[in-house]
C-alpha cells in the first residue's frame, strides 16, 4: 500500500510538471486498454450531424478521424466510463490476459488448474475494472484531462499512426485540447497495479510483482491504441474485398 501513499502525493506533482512541458511529440490527439473488439468508432446513427460535422456522443470513448468530439465535464467522464466498462468485447479482454497468464504461469500465481484460469479471470476483470474507474472516474476529472482516444486515420502514414498510438498511454490531451503528459491513466492504472494486493495470492504481494502488473498494463494499453488505430482500416478492407466479389 506504500505505492498507493507515494502515488497520493505525486500525483500533484505530475499535474504541474504536465502543466509546465508540453509533450509535443506527435500532432495532438490521444487515448485506450485492450478491451472492445468492436469497430474503431461510434456507428453512423449514433453521431450527430451539426451543420455538416458530425459529433461524437458523449459516451463515445475511441473517436474517428473526422468526427468532432464535445467538451466532457466531470460529471461527463464518470458517465462515459461506466458506460463503457462492461461490454461483449470487455469480457472477451479478460478472458485473453488470463489465457495468457494461465499459458505462461505468470502472476496472478493461482496455480494451473481450471479453478485457477477461473481465479485469473476474476482477477482480470476486477484489475481492468480498477483501471479504468481509477483513471476515467477519479483522476482524468481531478486533473482536467480527456480520457478519449481520438484517432489519427488512413491520412497519415502507418508507421506514424502507429507511434502515435502506442504512445497515447504516455501523452494525453487536456480539457483545453493541449497535449500532456499523461497523468490519468499512469496515475490509475498505477493505483489499480497496488489495489491488486487485496486480492491476489499473497505470493504476489511485493513492490516487483505490482511493478510488473504496472508495466504490463501500460503495454496492453499501447496495443489496445494501436488495435483502436487500425480496426477502421481491417473493416474496410473487408466490406470492399466482399464488396468486390459480389
Do not use: C
Not at 502525493?9 to 472492445?36: G, K, N
Amino acid at each position: 500500500m506504500s505505492v498507493l501513499l507515494l502515488l497520493a502525493f505525486a500525483a500533484p506533482a505530475l499535474a504541474q510538471t504536465a502543466e509546465d512541458a508540453s509533450v509535443a511529440v506527435l500532432p495532438d490527439a490521444p487515448r485506450p486498454s485492450l478491451a472492445e473488439a468492436q469497430s474503431t468508432g461510434p456507428a453512423p446513427s449514433a453521431a450527430v450531424r451539426q451543420s455538416g460535422t458530425i459529433v461524437a456522443p458523449i459516451t463515445e470513448k475511441y473517436i474517428p478521424d473526422g468526427v468532432q468530439a464535445p467538451p466532457l465535464t466531470a460529471a461527463d467522464k464518470i458517465d462515459q466510463t461506466a458506460h463503457d466498462l462492461y461490454t461483449p468485447a470487455s469480457f472477451i479482454g479478460f478472458v485473453v490476459a488470463a489465457g495468457y497468464s494461465h499459458i505462461v504461469r505468470g502472476q496472478p500465481n493461482y496455480g494451473a488448474d481450471r479453478a485457477a484460469f477461473g481465479q485469473r479471470i476474476g482477477a482480470a476483470a476486477i484489475r481492468d475494472t480498477s483501471q479504468d474507474v481509477f483513471q476515467g472516474m477519479v483522476f482524468a476529472p481531478l486533473l482536467h484531462q480527456d480520457p478519449r482516444y481520438y484517432r489519427e486515420g488512413d491520412s497519415y502514414s502507418v508507421p506514424h499512426r502507429l507511434l502515435y498510438a502506442i504512445t497515447r498511454p504516455l501523452i494525453t490531451r487536456d480539457d483545453d485540447g493541449h497535449q500532456r503528459l499523461n497523468s490519468s491513466l499512469l496515475l490509475g492504472y498505477a493505483s489499480a497495479a497496488g489495489l491488486t494486493a487485496a486480492y491476489y495470492p499473497e505470493s504476489n504481494h511485493n513492490l516487483h510483482d505490482v511493478s510488473s502488473t504496472f508495466g504490463a498494463s501500460i503495454g496492453g494499453a499501447a496495443l489496445g491504441f494501436a488495435f483502436r488505430e487500425f480496426t477502421g482500416d481491417a473493416t474496410r478492407l473487408i466490406h470492399r474485398h466482399h464488396t468486390e466479389g459480389q
